[in-house]
């Protein structure tokens, strides 16, 4: 009984996911250069951008945030660019893991992929977040640890710096078998617990400031508007 109410609620909340994620679709038009997302959201996304152009031969070109939403786009024939060819994208589409209200500032990458994904959000004119809305916070930090990116010689005394920022814990992020789990650039990740981030431009200009971080998952000043599904429908918040 019990396990058939958590599916029921896993199964309303991909939807909500899903409708926020086909709505961000009717931002795209033909010729534009776009970020794809990684995470469950932003997959629907990438499904559904794959049936436009499979559709209604929609002519776009793409940047993949990660390997897995690199793979599911050449699978639907989007085409992928570079940031060679095209240096400003005209929109990026992620998910987040909070959004905080009011400022719009995000937790992301507990998909792992923060680094690509910020690299992008901060390459498009337009940065589109799309969640449910269990995502929305007062504060951040309430429900999702800071993953912070870092390069794996030497983790351990990152590990200890990370500490005495102020995080209540910080766990290397591992696979199954125990082993350090690896983003696709080939770092570690380290999770850090603050329960509660009072003043997330601080801790991020001291997280960055350690040398062998390589970024973290505070993204602040970057989102342009955000897409909320809920139960009474869809709400669009505006930086
Ligand atoms: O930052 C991310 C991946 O690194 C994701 O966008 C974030 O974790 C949200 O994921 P989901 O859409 O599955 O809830």
Sequence with gaps: ???????????????????????????????????????????????ALGERVRREGLKIRAIPTSEASEAQALSLNIPITNF??????????DGADEVQIGSLFLIKGRGGALLREKIVAVSARKFIVIVDESKLVTDLGTHMPVPVEIIPWGWERVENL???????????????????????????????????IDDPRALADLVISITGVVDHGLFLDITSEVLVAGASGLQRLTA
Excluded at 22 to 27: E, L, P, R
Aim: hydrophobic share 40%; aromatic share 6%; net charge negative.
């Design 1 to 47: 009984m019990a396990e058939n109410s958590a599916q029921d609620a896993a199964a309303r909340v991909a939807e909500l996911k899903r409708k926020a994620a086909v709505h961000a679709i009717s931002y795209i038009e033909d010729g534009m250069a776009v970020g794809l997302g990684t995470g469950s959201t932003a997959k629907f996304m990438i499904d």
């Design 84 to 93: 060679a060819d095209d240096p400003y994208l005209d929109v990026a589409i």
């Design 162 to 196: 990370l500490r005495k920022t102020g995080a209540k814990t910080c766990i290397p992020r591992r696979n199954d078998d125990g082993s350090l789990y690896m983003t696709d650039n080939h770092n570690i990740i380290i999770d850090c617990d603050y329960e509660k």
